[in-house]
């Protein structure tokens, strides 16, 4: 049974170095329980940065113990212990593979799972980085400059005639949303859809929007 941790609060910056024990401070860590997360970022952190700050049995443990949701769901179907009891959805999907899931997951493993979907259809964007880089795209100053560095992708979302797009990382997808009309949707959130789950997910592939461009 998933066990979701609370947020931490900290009550002063000292506090800072015990980020992994009160992070995981409900959870037992000797019991090597998987770790799942939704954004690469966060898998990043998890398996490698936390290790660069604090070097230790615990952060080595949560370590070898987090993954990706994506590759490990496509590591369960790998080892035929996943469920493939997926409704067919009549869908076109514009797929982009984030930088840290580059680094973690050579695999491609969000873009697979969508093809495990009868009546899905994806196309890889293969467009380079968003120019997001975390928030470094959400701040004013950068925004043009990440804007420029994103173009082919943005350009890849404009261009399509594919339904919807649909990355793992949060901030790529606010730059794929960028002037179209066309939604980004996660690849979990997708799979879930197709398990009869997160019924609002039909809502979200049928939403369009204005736009985001700013001029």
Not at 63 to 78: I, P, R, T
Not at 119 to 137: E, F
């Amino acid at each position: 049974e998933p066990v979701v941790p609370p947020p931490p609060t900290f009550t002063v910056p000292a506090e800072i170095v015990n980020v992994p024990s009160k992070v995981f401070a409900p959870v037992n860590v000797n019991v090597p329980l998987p770790c799942l997360t939704t954004e690469p970022a966060a898998a990043m952190c998890l398996k490698h940065e936390y290790r660069n700050l604090w070097d230790n049995e615990d952060t080595k443990l949560i370590a070898e113990n987090s993954h990706e949701a994506c590759s490990y769901l496509l590591k369960l179907h790998d080892a035929n212990e996943l469920q493939l009891d997926l409704r067919p959805l009549q869908l076109s999907v514009v797929y982009h593979h984030p930088c840290h899931n580059r680094a973690l997951d050579p695999e491609n493993s969000g873009r697979k799972l969508l093809e495990l979907i009868p009546g899905v259809t994806v196309q890889d964007a293969a467009a380079g980085c968003s120019g997001m880089a975390g928030i470094y795209g959400l701040k004013k100053e950068n925004y043009r400059t990440s804007l420029r560095i994103g173009w082919n992708l943005v350009s890849t979302m404009q261009q399509t005639h594919a339904q919807i797009g649909s990355t793992e990382c949060s901030s790529c997808k606010l730059q794929m949303e960028q002037a179209v009309r066309a939604p980004t949707v996660h690849p979990i959130a997708i799979m879930a859809y197709a398990y009869g789950r997160i019924p609002e997910v039909g809502k979200w592939i049928q939403a369009r929007q204005d736009g985001l461009l700013v001029q």
